[in-house]
């Protein structure tokens, strides 16, 4: 994975906040497969944030969440000395109308919309209740979520035809 070009992540948790909550899984996922694993089963935490130090470009939908808690559980160096890309992001660059109506900035609506089917119906599983869940459905919504945020990514940066576009999108994303 830390060779691919592109990595998408997702991560799961108990919370909105790292303060509070904890990362159930996280899920990495490049063009070939997706990987995803529960996160405190396994002691993995200076593995994973080597990994994620030396792996290219990292893209996650709604960056700003999985930033403030890899900042919170593996440094600030994650953040600001790595390369970030956001599928929101993206999608908000091509139509900024989205901003009125937050909703069509979902992954759930803009893999409807780019790719074609709704993606959380696969899962069948109460996202406001993952720490409810039995981990064998929050590991596959996680890999799902993962995956098809690789996906989305590929084709919104397709559509983002006109380079100074995609260049303002890269500079606000990385000052972000």
Known sequence: LEQSEYISIDIETTSLSPYIGKIISIAIAN???????????????DRLREFLLNSKIKLCHNIRFELEWFNYYFGSEIVWET???DTMLL???LDERTS?????LMLDT???????FYLKSLSNINRKK?????LEKVLKYNALDAKYTLQLYYKLKNELTDEDIYRLNKRY???F
């Open 31 to 45: 063009d070939d497969f997706s990987i995803v694993f529960p996160y405190e089963l396994f002691d993995i935490k």
């Open 83 to 85: 390369q970030w890309e």
């Open 91 to 93: 999608a908000y660059t």
């Open 100 to 104: 009125k109506n937050v909703s069509m």
């Open 110 to 116: 803009l893999v409807r919309i780019y790719l074609g």
């Open 130 to 134: 993952l720490k409810d869940e039995k």
């Open 173 to 175: 994303d990385s000052n």
